[in-house]
Structures are given as structure tokens and as C-alpha cells.
């Protein structure tokens, strides 16, 4: 999908749908002035929706109506944007979402938004980027596997934004840019989550990294059994050691031009392709679902794949620990003690808390090659963590208050939000094993994310360290206007928000 910014008059160019977005209405306002030229156009045909009441510009509120000639467009559709004074980012980019999919589900291939609404809080640039990123993001299906249905949805092909000739069209045009690198990239992340366990065993997930790598210019690293027991990764290869499909680890290099010797900001993401519990293995029901498990490291590929189309001016790395959790007669079992790359034991009370097993490897990983300035793991992580927070934010844990701060300001930005949850000395206590350094589990099911992260912290040591559980956030069942049901490609536009500001950040 191609989104451009213009200031050509959506009263006189041709489009298959108009989309023009209203913020709210009050009870004794009728028409507001700025549309005075489009209710001549149409006759009267809006100030007569407006009294009627049949439509108040309430947020995600929608009314088509046919110019039927009065107008080159084939259809007007009023979006409603909710109050003003709360209009922010996220009101535009659900617009931008309802746009895409009212066209779509009228087969437009040409839809036009009228950017006529007065901007208090959001600047030019910031309203064209969460526009183009909700039609971008509202456009994504996962069709793939399904054969064309007649009746189906068709495909919005272009989104032109048409502002009025007074804007700033440069800053404009720069920030439907970046909306259209950032949802894309999302969505790269939301295939790799979709796809099916049987489609993307950890060596796919590999392939689809470095096809990524390639395309957009990153350098990337494969490596592969051999080289995971050269390095003596014994966690990540207990955990794929059940399935006949071996693990890998993945590291992507974003290298910009200037501040080459920067220490890099390194993402780690938990890539469990396929999570059964292993030998715990987990109750059937919606056990299907965990074939999202590996959304932390579709997040760092669609990361690491926007840091080198926008050019961030910092060295990034992304790495991905992937592997598949099954239940065999070579998996790891309950009891087992297995030594991670950094020699710190690690005791097997239960295989299905497998991601901090495999993310044991992948952070010590990127401490070790990269020296990084900071780590940010990302991972659906644990089930306590969707009880706690809901689908209505991620977890948040960090060794470093300043780390922790700006990756929540960056969700808040994004309205992916992260929110903080302690990491007690108590919480690191429970996960001390009698046998071995740490064990994978806590205080049964006392304050799973907080002892889940305390695992992790021991392997991120003294390294500026955040933690991000997307348990509940990585897919969805409630569809929303940018965001169809399925994975939700969650921490991409946050991660590269926390990277806008990275200059400024003092860990
Ligand atoms: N991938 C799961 C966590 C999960 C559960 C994510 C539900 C999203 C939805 C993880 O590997 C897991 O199974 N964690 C266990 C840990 C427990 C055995 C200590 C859990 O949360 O039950
Ligand atoms: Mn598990
Ligand atoms: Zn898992």
C-alpha cells in the first residue's frame, strides 16, 4: 500500500472513497464551518446527517453517503474522531485504520483523507505518520493460506492524505514516511507471528531474518547446532532438544554510518516457534496459540528492519533465540540440570517455562559479542503476566529506572503500552535453586513475571537491562480498526520510539 501526502482538493480529484474524519459534534452545533464547502457540494446531504443526529462525529462513529455525481468521488465517508480535546495520535491512526478497511470492504483501491481537522495537539507530521501507519495497519490481513473468495474483501492499493495548501507539506510528507516504514515493519513482525508452527521451525525463522537482513541492508549471523555447542549454549539446546527441527540463534546488525564504535543497543527476542510445554506439556485448550510464541523475536526483526530503512543514527542489534519446545525421547525433563553459556547452572523444574531457559543463551549472547550500551529482551513470557496487565499492556521490568522510564513513555507514545512491575530481592530468592545456580521456576504461581524476570536479571547481570512481557499483547481476539484479530506485531513502533530519543538518554 502506497500513502501520499498532497495538497491537491479533495472536492475535485477522483477517488473511489472520500474519507473525511469529524471530531465530535455538541448538542446545539450543527455544521462546522470548515465543511461548509462539501455540504454546498452535496446539496445539503451532511448538514441534513448531522441534524437528523444520524451522525455526532463520535470516535470510530461512520456514515456513507453517495455524491452520486455531485463530486468526482464515488463515496463520501464521515469518520468520526470523538472530542476534540482528546484528540491525539492514536484517534488518527484508528481513523486511518477505519478508512483502509471501509474501503476495502468496498473494494476501493483508491481512498482519500481529507486532513481538514483543526491540529491542537498533534503537529503535521506526527497526523500524517499515525495516519499512514493505521491505513498501513488496518490493511494487513493474513491471507496466505486461504484460497480468493469472490466475496471477499478487496485491496486499498493507495492512501492519499490531502492537506490543505497551507500545510507543511515537506514535514508532511516526511511523516507519512516514517508511519509507512514503521506499520510495514509491524506487519513483517505480524506474518512471522502468524505463520503456523509447521510452517517456521526455528531454521525458517532464521531464513526469514536474513531474507529481512537482506533486503533492507542488515548484517546478519546464523548460527546453527554445531555452533551452539561450540559455544556451549546448553539452555537454548535443552529446550530445542525435542523436536527434530534444531534451534538456531539469530543476530541482526544495524551499523550506521556515523557513530560507528557506539556501543549498541542490543534486542533479544524469545523465538519459541512452536511452545507445547514439552514435557509439561501444556493443556490442548487454545494450545494452538502458541504457535505466537516466537512474537518477541518477530518484533526484533521488524525492529531491527525499521532501524535501517529510517537510517537510526545508533548501532542497534537484534538478537533471536529460536527454538521449538516439544515433548520427546530426546527432550529435556523436569529434574534436569543444564549448564547455559555463561556457566551458570540452571535447574529444570518445569520445561514449559522454556522462554527464560532460551533467553538465558540469547542475553549472554549479546553481552558477550556485542558489549552492548543496553539490553532490551522482549518475550511472551509468562501467563501471570496476561493476568496481571490483560491485553492492555505489556510488562515491564529493568535493572536501570531510566531504561524502565523511557520505555514506558515510548509505549505511551505509540499507545503500545508498557507498564512497570517490581523485581524484588525476594523475587531473585525464589528462583535460587538447592542444586544449581538458578532454578526455571519461582514461587509456584506467586508473582510468575516478577520471578520469570528475576531469572532473566541474573543472566543480564550488571548490563543496563530491560524486560518486556508480551504474554498478553502479542496476539489479540478483539479486533480494533488498525488491528485485526491475530498477532499484533506489539514493540515495534514502541522500540523505535525509545531509539527516537536515544541521544538524549543517560543510563
Ligand atoms: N509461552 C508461555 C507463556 C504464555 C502463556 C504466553 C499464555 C502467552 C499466553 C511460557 O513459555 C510458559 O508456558 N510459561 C509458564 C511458566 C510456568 C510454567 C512457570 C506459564 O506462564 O504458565
Ligand atoms: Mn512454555
Ligand atoms: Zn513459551
Not at 455538541?26 to 457540494?41: F, H, V
Not at 452520486?68 to 484528540?87: I, M, Q, S, T, Y
Not at 549498541?264 to 511452545?275: E, H, Q, S, Y
Not at 516478577?450 to 478483539?478: E, K, V
Request: hydrophobic content about 45%; glycine content about 10%.
Amino acid at each position: 500500500m502506497l500513502v501520499i501526502a498532497d495538497a491537491r482538493d479533495p472536492l475535485t480529484t477522483g477517488t473511489d472513497l472520500l474519507v473525511i474524519p469529524v471530531t465530535a459534534i455538541g448538542d446545539k452545533q450543527r455544521l462546522p464551518a470548515r465543511l461548509a464547502g462539501l455540504d454546498r457540494t452535496l446539496e445539503g446531504g451532511l448538514g441534513a446527517a448531522i441534524a437528523s443526529g444520524d451522525f455526532r462525529g463520535k470516535r470510530d462513529q461512520k456514515l456513507l453517503l453517495y455524491p452520486n455525481g455531485a463530486l468526482p468521488a464515488k463515496r463520501v465517508l464521515l469518520l468520526g474522531l470523538g472530542d476534540e480535546a482528546a484528540l491525539d495520535a492514536d484517534a488518527l491512526r484508528r481513523a486511518g485504520g477505519s478508512a483502509v478497511r471501509e474501503g476495502a470492504a468496498r473494494k476501493a483501491e483508491k481512498v482519500t483523507v481529507a486532513m481538514i481537522v483543526r491540529r491542537r495537539r498533534v503537529g503535521i507530521g506526527a497526523a500524517a505518520q499515525a495516519l499512514a501507519e493505521g491505513a498501513i495497519l488496518g490493511g494487513y490481513r493474513f491471507d496466505a493460506y486461504k484460497q480468493a473468495a469472490e466475496d471477499g474483501p478487496g485491496e486499498v492499493t493507495r492512501v492519499q492524505l490531502s492537506f490543505d495548501k497551507s500545510a507543511d507539506l515537506r514535514r508532511a510528507r516526511a511523516g507519512a514516511k516514517r508511519g509507512t516504514i514503521l506499520a510495514d515493519s509491524q506487519n513483517v513482525a505480524r506474518d512471522l507471528s502468524n505463520a503456523p508452527g509447521n510452517a517456521l521451525p526455528p531454521a525458517q525463522l532464521a531464513r526469514e531474518a536474513q531474507k529481512v537482513a537482506k533486503a533492507v541492508g542488515l548484517r546478519v549471523r546464523v548460527l546453527g547446532v554445531p555452533e551452539l555447542r561450540k559455544r556451549k549454549m546448553g539452555a537454548i539446546l535443552a529446550v530445542g532438544g525435542g523436536s527434530s527441527r534444531p534451534p538456531r540463534l539469530v543476530a541482526l546488525e544495524h551499523q550506521p554510518k556515523r557513530r560507528k564504535n557506539a556501543a549498541p543497543l542490543c534486542l533479544v527476542g524469545k523465538g519459541v516457534t512452536f511452545d507445547s510445554g514439552g514435557i509439561s506439556i501444556k493443556p490442548s485448550g487454545a494450545m494452538d496459540e502458541m504457535k505466537h510464541d516466537m512474537s518477541g523475536a518477530a518484533a526484533v526483526v521488524g525492529a531491527l528492519r525499521a532501524c535501517a530503512l529510517l537510517d537510526v543514527p545508533y548501532p542497534v542489534v537484534g538478537v533471536i533465540g529460536a527454538a521449538e519446545n516439544l515433548p520427546s525421547a530426546t527432550a529435556y525433563r523436569p529434574g534436569d540440570i543444564v549448564t547455559s553459556a555463561s556457566g551458570k547452572t540452571i535447574e529444570v523444574l518445569n520445561t514449559d517455562a522454556e522462554g527464560r531457559v532460551v533467553l538465558a543463551d540469547a542475553i549472554h549472547y549479546a553481552k558477550t559479542e556485542y558489549n552492548p550500551c543496553a539490553i532490551v529482551d522482549i518475550a511472551t513470557l509468562t501467563g501471570a503476566c496476561v493476568i496481571a496487565l490483560g491485553r492492555w499492556a505489556s510488562g515491564l521490568f529493568a535493572n536501570n529506572s531510566t531504561l524502565s522510564d523511557q520505555l514506558r513513555h515510548a509505549g505511551a507514545a505509540t499507545s503500545e503500552l508498557a507498564w512497570p512491575l517490581p523485581l524484588f530481592e525476594g523475587h531473585k530468592k525464589a528462583v535460587k535453586s538447592s542444586v544449581a545456580d538458578v532454578k526455571n521456576t519461582g514461587a509456584g504461581r506467586e508473582a510468575g513475571s516478577s520471578t520469570a524476570a528475576a531469572f532473566l536479571a541474573a543472566f543480564a547481570g550488571d548490563t543496563p537491562w530491560a524486560h518486556l512481557d508480551i504474554a498478553g499483547t502479542a496476539w489479540t481476539t478483539h479486533p480494533s480498526p488498525y488491528q485485526p484479530r491475530g498477532a499484533t506485531g506489539v514493540g515495534v513502533r514502541m522500540l523505535l520510539e525509545l531509539l527516537a530519543d536515544w541521544k538524549n538518554v543517560k543510563l
